[in-house]
């Protein structure tokens, strides 16, 4: 396993993974961040799956992603199994300000830990983190981010609190948001084996970390020893690609890529 020291850079090992997640919890905007550094505020919402690939660059290894992106509807639930069949890795999404998105995350990681590969590295991903900060944590930015913080408000309550803010509430009214606590999050990661983080697609804040610390934990060698005896380790990958393909490199040079 330890051949020459040039095939780990030359050849990149070939890495299945899937996310999961309750429909509109940002699971594609959280993989357009990681392939392509970009944010779309008005996302279709994903059919079946859609496939992108993404390299992650080890201190001494590339990996390259083959990301399943699965619709979140549950009419879509029983075609699940098809792409988490064989995946090294699952990265399962929920909002941070929808409690019901937890327990569906949940259902998710038990049915993994179930049926999926013994083996897989999960990752429980709290997203849209930029909702429950503060303006001046966020980045506070005029007109548009504005408008879109009053519209999240508007979303969830108090009525008479519209457009008004007074200088000392929104970081109050933003953490109000917040329906997950963090600690509790963490806490059931900690306790179901799993990966955790909060991240936010359309800042970026945390992404890349979630893929990296991914990386760190996949068994490469056990991976390199499957493919070489033949196995199905990389089923997916020459599956039939539904939807876009996303090639790596996307990115600007030394950008948002995994790269640690």
Known sequence: MAESGDAPVDKPVQVKLVLLGEAAVGKSSVVMRFVQNDFSENKEPTIGAAFLTQKCRLEDRVLRYEIWDTAGQERFHSLAPMYYRNA???VVVYDITKASSLEKAKSWVKELQRQANPNIVIALVGNKLDLVQSPAAAGAAPAGEEAEDEEADDATATPGEGGEQPLPEPEQEGESLRQVPKDEAAAYAQ????????????????VVEVFTEIAKKIPIEHILASTRGGSGSRAGGAQARPNVTLQEGQQPAGGKACNC
Do not use: D, I, V
């Open 191 to 206: 306790e179901a084996g799993l990966l955790f983080a909060e991240t936010s697609a359309k800042t970026g804040e945390g």
């Open 88 to 90: 090294q890795a699952a």
